[in-house]
């Protein structure tokens, strides 16, 4: 019978001896081996200038210099952002004539960070 403690001021509990279920614990380390590089994806994510600037392009393909604008940033600076969101594979580019435009690659993981825009509205936060 397992015993369950939920007080929380009290001292952790560690197994008092070293065992393991082989099975299980290489079956996890083969499943948690995906998550290998998200940190940084959630790493270039967790930049308020990077949301707004996928929120953008989430409505429409823009060109640097809109984005900038957006922004209030400068053209260089709204062009590393757009390069962070590129290498994560979020966003993608062409090139007509002088001009630059980015888009979204990844309508999913996109539209999964409107929805929690859309969330976090509605909270007010």
């Not at 380390?29 to 959630?42: H, N, P, Y």
């Not at 953008?56 to 952002?81: F, K, M, R, Y």
Request: with cysteine; proline share 1%.
């Amino acid at each position: 019978m397992s015993e369950e403690n939920e007080d929380i001021n009290s001292e952790p509990e560690i197994c008092e001896v070293f065992t393991y279920d082989e099975e299980k614990v290489e079956r996890l380390k083969k499943e948690v081996a995906v998550t290998e590089g998200l940190s940084t994806f959630f790493k270039a994510l967790a930049d308020d200038t990077r949301l707004k600037v996928i929120h953008a392009l989430s409505q429409d393909e823009l060109c640097v210099c809109d984005v900038a604008n957006i922004l209030g940033s400068t053209v260089q600076a709204a062009s590393h952002h757009l390069r962070v969101l590129r290498n994560i594979g979020l966003a993608k580019y062409r090139k007509e004539g002088k001009r630059v435009f980015y888009s979204i690659r990844d309508r999913k993981t996109a539209g999964f960070i409107q929805k929690v825009i859309e969330d976090l509205k509605k909270k007010g936060i």
